[in-house]
Every structure is written in C-alpha cells, then in structure tokens.
C-alpha cells in the first residue's frame, strides 16, 4: 500500500511550480485535438471504428480462455516457447534463469509498459546483466532514474536541456542541447549495444491467436532492431493484448497511432509469427539458425479483471493514452502526479489492478468525472464510470473515513437535518458575506477564495417561495414537477424562480415535492452506494406522490443521477426497481424539454442577429452524459437581444466537478481561469449555462477575474424574455 | 529468396487494389517524410536509383534481390559506379552496419498511411532495411492496396509464420519537447521507386 504514503496535495503544488512541465503540457494541449483530428481526415466513420475495436474486444475477453489457449498453442507450433507468468516475481525468475542457461549478459529492450509496471529492469540488473532501454524516451528516463510521466511520450516533462544535462553525465562528455544532435548521440551509443546484446526483450501490442503472431507498433525502428540482431528474443504481453484473428488488428492499426501520435499509421508495425531466421557467429562464421522466441503471457491481475463483468472493459484498451491527452487534470499536473506507474484515468484504474488498491486511493479523487476522455477512447471505456465503481467498491469493503460517513449518515441521508443546517449557514455566513457572495472566509479557508468568490447561502431557499411563485392554470397542457437540486434551493432559488416562470409561460402546471432532496451525486462520487440508496427511494417516494407527467430538473448532474443512476442502482431490488424504471423514465432536463416545446409551439425562430454577445459554457454532463448541445444553443437563438458567439474549449470542464473545486483548489482555479480568458477572447458579455454547479465556479470566477461579463443560467435569461 | 508467403501477387489479384489507388498513396507516403519516384519501366528505375547514389555519396550499397533488381540488372550497374553492392546474407550480416544503403523489394502499399508492406522472414532483408542511413524500396505501382484494413485481409490469407514489417516513412522519434527527429535507430531516409511495368 505504498500510495497512501504520497503526500498527492504536496505533489500537486510542486508541479504546479514546474514551468517546464507546465509549458510543455500546455503546448501539447493545445496541439493534440488538431494532429488528431487531422490524421482521422481520411476515416469515414470514426465512431464505427471505435465500436468495432470495442466490440472485438468485448468478444475476445468473453472467449479469453480459449483465445489464450489457441495463441500459445499456434505461438508453440511455429517454435514459439510460451510461459504463462501470474506475477512479475514469476516473469523475473523465468527471465533470469533463462538468462543464466543461455549465457546471456546484454540485454536490449524496447519499449514495454508491463515491464514498467513490475520494475523488471531493476531485478535484471540486480542479477547482474546489462540493461538498456533503447526508445528514446525510455532512455532518457532511465538515464534520468524517473518513471514515465506519459505512456507514449514518457519524458513529456523534460526539456532539451535537462536531456542534455543526463546525456553528458552518462557519456562523461559536454552534450549540447540540440535535438537532432542528441537524436544522432543516442543513435549511436545504443546502435553499440544492439549490435553486442545477446538477448532482446520487446513489449507487444497485439498478440494474433489465429497465428501465434505479435505485432510491434513503433517509430523509432528500435524494436526491428532489437527482434533482429541479438540471439533471443523474449516477448513480455499482457493476457489484454490478445486477439483472436490477424483481421482483428486493423481496428486497432487504425485507431491506435491516430489517436496516440496523430499518425496515419507509425513508421513501423511488425509482425512476428513463430521462430525466424537469424545470423549467429560460430567460429567466427556466420551460421543461420532460427532465432530463440519466448512469450510471456503476464497476469498480474489481469484475469482476476477479466472476470469481473464491469472491469473486463479494461480489456478495452490499446495504449494510446489518448485520455491522458485530454484530460484537464493530466495536462496540468503531468503523469508523475496522476499516475503511478500508469497514468491519467486508465492508469488510476490500470493501478488498482495491476499494482494496489492503495496506489489507486492516492489518485483516484484526480478524475473528475469531465468524461471528455470517453469521447476519443478507441475502446470506448468508460473510464469516470470504472473509477466511481472503484471508489464504491472500497468504500463497501472498508467504509468511508470516519467524519465523511458521519456526516453522510446523520446529515445527507436525512432531509430535515441536512436543510436545517443549510437555513442555518444562511445565517452564520452573515459576517463573511458581501453582496451575493463569501469573500471573507476565515483564515483557513483563505485558499479557496483565492481567484474565486464562493457563493452564498441564500436567505430564503426556494421551498419557501414555492406558494408565491405558483400560478394556478385552467387549462395546463402537461403536469410537471420540479427537481430542484441543492444548489438551486439553496444558493440560486431566483434560478428556480425563472424555471417556474418559464414553464408556466408555456401553460404547464408545475408542483414542488416537498420530501425532495439532494439528488445523491456527490454521495455517490464519493463511494457511497447505500446511502445513495436510501436517498434515490425518498426521492422516486416523494414524486410518485405527485403524479406528474414529468419530472424536470434544471442541472445535468441530478439530471443525470435521477435517469440513469437511480434506475442502475435500485435494478437489483425488487420491490424497488420497477419504481425506479417508472420514475426514470419521466426526468427530463430543463432546455432540452422547452427548447421541444418551444419548437412546437413555433417559437424556437432564429431572430435577426445582433444585441448582446453571449457565449454558451457547455458542462460536462451536459454535454457528454445527456448528449444536450445543440438545444441550448436552438433557444438562445431564438432569444431576441442576443448574439451567440463561441468560445474556444466550450465543453472543457470549468473546474468545479462537484466536491473536487473545493478539495483540490489549485487545480480547479487554472482551469476556471482558462475558461473566463476564453470567454473574454471570444467577446462574450455573457455566458450560459445549465448546470447551477458550474455557474457557482464561474460566477465567482468571473466577479474577481473579469466583472463585466454576467454568467446567466438558461432558465434566467429564457424568463428576462417574458413579461409579467 | 525465401519468403513468409511465396506467391504475393497471387493473392493481390483476389484483393482490391490498382494503381488508381497511387496518387493516394503518394500523397501520404510524401505526408510521412517518405521519398516517391514513379517510373513507367524497370530501366528507368534502375536510371532513377543511379542518380540518387550519385547525388548521396554512396560507397557501400547492401541488397536483398527482387526480381525487378535482377531484370534491370541494378546491381551491376550500380557495380559500373564503382561502388560495391553486398547481396550474399552472409556479407549483408558483415556490412550492413557500414553501408550507406540497404536495398529491398517490397510486396505492396497501402493508400490510407502511405506504407509499404515488406515480407521481412529472412535476416537479410531486415538488416538492409534496418541498419543503414537510407533504404530504398522497389514497389510495383499497381500493387496499392486501399486501406489498412485490406492489408490486414491479404495478410489473413498469406501470413501464417515469419515476420511482416509496414514501413510508413523514415524512423523518427518526437521524445524531446514532441520536435519531430528522424533517422534515430533505423533509417533516415525512405526511398520508395514504384515502377509501372510488371516485372
């Protein structure tokens, strides 16, 4: 359980400290979606692609035992010695006891992450052999005694001139900082060791039962070299990387250097089926013989995945670490922060498989739950998702921390208790607050202030207004009821105001369930499965009382956990789920439903341009949950006095991600900062939104960093347009 | 010379695949820093190949044998030049390390990533395409497949043992600051002479 000894915030801060880690990942998020989207320029249809490397997947880890058995019986009739390692401990002493019988004492290898994860090279040079990474990338970071901090580009987070620095010290010679120069020196230096190594060890990206094939996806052209000159070659692959057919590699050909380096396909692919033919020097005579192969399936925990109906998706994925190339966090903190030995939100999940639970913990709360990694996944994993499961998980088998579940059990998990103390915080922020927001905090808090105004607690929360706001129709078209969520009762009940107006406006008959409460996300994201529980049932218990068409909520989140969680969670209960199914099946999101009515009722007309420039902030399960996009951009169309314009990065997260912007500050302030510097670029005076979580994060954001830009909910500048 | 698959252009006759399909493969092979030379007849390709010795300052050549080097008589013609082409494996092992170039045939291209799929079972032709500065490939225009996917069909029904390289552009390496570097372990120039005429 080494992770829980990382101090992750320290960690964090000094990273956040690292210029050059920080210019370099800030280039390359600027640069990747273009290279990307460029290299898929000649794909038709990127979005079969990917299911068709799901699928085979999903096929091929359903059959796993029998594609397992296949390859090592093709690998074995071609030549092939084939070693099934269920630990790395195992893999090591194969390796090394194959090293001693055959005399070997220089070992080249090629990039392989799996040897990474089970630090093969310090076991080898403990037994006294040479070992040299050839890529690189590789090369640098061992010179550099580092670990990866990216699973393509492994030394992302060093400049020319600290590679300079660790070439001069390992050759004993000035080494200037010029690129091509020191491409030329390594060149030269591991040219030397190829051609004097005994034994070559690659990774594989892919291993073909239908031949026994594996096959190397590379650039450099290190990996030809080292399955060509030295006498053995040993293959180091995890049970992950099997296929069943030569066929089945196209889609992975196809998508993994597309999406990893932005190229069509790599400089090299190889494939090698069975023993080949090779020179060996005998008395000083070169002798042709078949080359020595061995494969060494690794488990390492990979089965134990393969069995489990949610984490057999790891299955799912071909290295690109294309997720890490999105993801918010990654790109401002880097592989050695968000990472163990695999990084960013495969490698938290890759960790808790393939090295601990613990070293898992350590990073788990760094996902955010944004989802803009599912978008580009070859696989299609659900990467946020496999994490919650996780953090549920651990939280079943070891409880929450003490004072978390104390608050969850007494405070969250009881409607009363939990708005009594909300009505009360209304009072006690009274010294700290200003206008509509704390700007005082006391001093220990003083750092999440910083940059950013927390909201405050309102005076009077929106289940108290309810009787005044409702109008009584003659005639309704349809019964609603209104989810309002915490943040709309609590902190923007004027937003749930201009939700009742609005709706009313279209002669819908609107009612407030009183039970209602929290939605349970945040309780969920944390781990907490059972209270979620016990919270969804209050919930669906309370609307089923109203008996309303629909069930409309003007926040993704809750949007989001009301339609798919509740049904997911309460599937297994019988005398529940039916209920849940019933429930779900009413929730709408706010603009999506009147952006549908309005279009019926003909009121969803482009009006002439012109007016106030106002920009759309699109939240993350918004967009990438509900699939809502283009609705809210339909109906600020229509709004007259308004012109929409966009901003760069509109669907990246603001920052806020629930609980994450008030733990992890110093993260989630750069990343609320970037989006109030694109909002201001692109000229907006306001930005919409539909998510009342993130116009928390960007009201503060804006009243310090840029006041005269209004960040509205839709629901708030639909109503402006409404008399009465 | 031996091969994984003996009869290569047997099977692209069952595949789609044309030399329409060249323009595609041009641009993207161009695309990944490779060097493309059209030519209509074996003897323009053999001319092509001397002038671009001529031009690099070659003086040692290592060759695998394709049957279009043994119809334009490359070898000796480069042998007129007064530079040395090794083609016994034996040598190939001894000089490939020293050569300037290493030349091979190649079974096919592929149109969607500008490759070139070279059947690489025997030592020899890995080390001419490996080991040397520059590797240049002789490719038949026609033998274009349109996409990986197609390649990856033809291989289905070819490859059963040995080793299948696809060689898009020269060896390059973006590991410092992502700055595009070629020529790290492999070669640093990809010459590929596509020739009209069926040899």
């Known amino acids: 359980m080494e992770g829980k000894h990382r101090d992750i915030k320290q960690e964090i801060e000094q990273k956040l400290n690292d210029d050059i880690l920080r210019q370099a990942l800030a280039r390359f998020a600027e640069a990747y979606p273009q290279s990307r989207a460029k290299a898929y320029e000649n794909v038709a249809d990127i979005e079969a692609l990917r299911d068709s490397v799901k699928q085979m997947k999903e096929h091929t880890v359903a059959n796993l035992e029998a594609i397992v058995d296949q390859f090592e019986a093709e690998a074995q009739k071609r030549g092939a010695k084939v070693f ?3 630990t790395g401990d195992e893999l090591k002493q194969y390796l090394i006891n194959l ?53 393509v580009m492994p030394a992302i987070h060093l400049n020319r001139q600290q590679v300079a620095e660790y070439f001069s010290q390992e050759l004993q010679q ?51 070299l080292v399955t060509t000159l030295p006498r053995i070659h040993v293959v180091i692959i995890g049970y992950e990387k099997l296929i069943p057919t030569i066929k089945d590699a196209a889609p992975i050909l196809r998508t993994l250097p597309r999406n990893a380096t932005g190229q069509c396909l790599t400089s090299y692919v190889s494939m090698i089926s069975g023993q080949v033919p090779t020179l060996v020097k005998k008395d000083n005579q070169w002798v042709e013989a078949n080359k020595a192969l061995h494969i060494i399936l690794l488990d390492n925990g990979r089965l134990k995945a393969a069995k489990d109906e949610k984490f057999k998706q790891i299955f799912q994925c071909v290295r690109c670490a294309s997720c890490l190339n999105v993801c918010p966090v990654y790109l401002l903190v880097g592989g050695h922060v968000y990472g163990h030995i695999y ?25 955010i739950g944004c989802r803009k990694c599912t978008t580009i996944c070859p696989g299609k994993i659900d990467i946020p998702g496999l994490i919650e499961e996780l953090r549920i998980r651990s939280v079943t088998e070891n409880g929450l921390p003490f004072t978390i579940r104390t608050v969850f059990d007494n405070i969250l998990s009881n409607r009363k208790v939990f708005h009594s103390l909300l009505r009360v915080a209304s009072l006690t922020q009274k010294p700290f607050k200003s206008g509509e927001f704390i700007r005082h905090l006391p001093l220990f808090l003083a750092g999440l202030t910083k940059d950013r105004s927390l909201p405050a607690i309102a005076d009077t929360p929106l289940r108290d207004k309810i009787t005044n706001i409702t109008k009584k129709l003659d005639n309704p078209t349809k019964k609603v009821a209104f989810f309002s969520g915490c943040n709309i009762d609590f902190v923007f009940p004027a937003t749930g105001e201009s939700v009742y107006k609005v709706l009313q406006d279209l002669n819908v008959q609107v009612v407030f369930p009183e039970d209602q409460s929290c939605c349970g996300k945040p309780i969920i994201g944390m781990g907490d499965l059972e209270t979620t529980k016990k919270i969804a049932k209050r919930n669906i218990k309370a609307f089923e009382k109203a008996e309303v068409d629909y069930i409309i909520a003007a926040c993704p989140s809750c949007t989001e956990t009301l339609h798919a969680t509740y049904a997911d969670i309460l599937a297994d209960d019988p005398a529940w789920a039916e209920r849940a199914k019933n429930f779900t099946a009413k929730v709408r999101e706010f603009s999506q439903f009147v952006a549908k009515q309005y279009e019926q009722t003909g009121r969803l007309n482009k009006e002439t341009p012109g007016g106030v420039k106002i920009t759309i902030h699109d939240s993350c399960h918004m967009k990438r949950v509900l699939n809502i996009h283009e609705e809210p951009r339909k109906l600020l169309e229509s709004t007259p006095g308004y012109e929409l314009v966009e901003m760069k990065d509109c669907d990246k997260c603001c920052g806020m991600a629930g609980a994450f912007g008030m733990k992890y500050p110093e993260l989630s302030l750069p990343l609320l900062k970037q989006k109030i510097q694109n909002a201001k670029d692109c000229g907006a005076q306001v930005i919409a939104i539909g998510c009342p979580a993130c116009m928390m994060q960007l009201r503060g954001g804006v009243d310090k960093q840029a006041p005269e830009i209004s960040v509205k909910h839709i629901a708030d500048i639909l109503a402006d347009t409404i008399k009465k | 010379m031996i091969k994984e698959c003996p009869h290569w252009n047997q099977v692209l006759s069952t595949a789609n695949h044309g030399s329409h399909l060249f323009d595609e493969f041009e641009t993207r092979a161009t695309n990944a820093a490779a060097t ?21 300052n070659v003086t040692k050549v290592v060759a695998v044998e394709s049957k279009l080097q043994q119809a334009a008589n490359i070898n000796e013609a480069i042998n007129t030049l007064g530079i040395t082409v090794y083609t016994d494996p034996h040598e190939i092992a001894l000089h490939a390390e020293s050569a300037d170039i290493g030349i091979s045939g190649v079974e096919f291209g592929i149109a969607e990533s500008g490759s070139v799929c ?16 520059i590797h240049v490939v002789f490719l038949n225009s026609t033998n274009i497949v349109p996409g990986i996917e197609d390649a990856m069909n033809i291989l289905s029904k070819t490859y ?32 590929i002479i596509a020739v009209d005429e069926e040899v």
């Open chain 1, 84 to 86: 099934r390692a269920a």
């Open chain 1, 99 to 151: 090293c001693h019988e055959k005399g070997v004492k220089r070992i080249v290898k090629s990039k392989s992450m799996a040897s990474e994860e089970i630090h093969l090279n310090a076991a080898l040079e403990a037994a006294g052999l040479r070992v040299k990474e050839t890529d690189l990338g590789e090369w640098i970071i061992s010179l550099a005694g580092q670990k990866p901090s990216h699973m």
């Open chain 1, 174 to 224: 000035d080494i200037q900082p010029d690129i091509p120069l020191m491409v030329q020196v390594a060149r030269e230096n591991l040219r030397e060791e190829f051609l004097q190594a005994d034994l070559g060890i690659t990774g594989a990206n892919f291993g073909i039962a239908e031949n026994g094939a594996i096959g190397l996806v590379t650039n450099e052209g290190n990996a030809r």
């Open chain 1, 343 to 367: 990084s960013g939100g495969i490698g938290a999940i890759l960790t808790a498989f393939l090295n601990s639970q613990g070293d898992f913990e350590a990073i788990n709360e760094l996902c």
């Open chain 2, 36 to 56: 493309v030379y059209r030519v209509k007849t074996a003897i323009e390709a053999r001319e092509t190949l001397l002038q671009f010795i001529k031009s690099a």
């Open chain 2, 118 to 133: 070279q059947d690489a079972y025997t030592v020899e032709s890995r080390l001419v395409s490996t080991l040397p500065p």
């Open chain 2, 160 to 191: 059963d043992r040995g080793y299948i390289s696809f060689i898009t552009g020269p060896s390059r390496t973006a590991d410092i600051e992502r700055v595009l570097t070629v020529g790290v372990h492999g070669p640093s120039r990809l010459i």
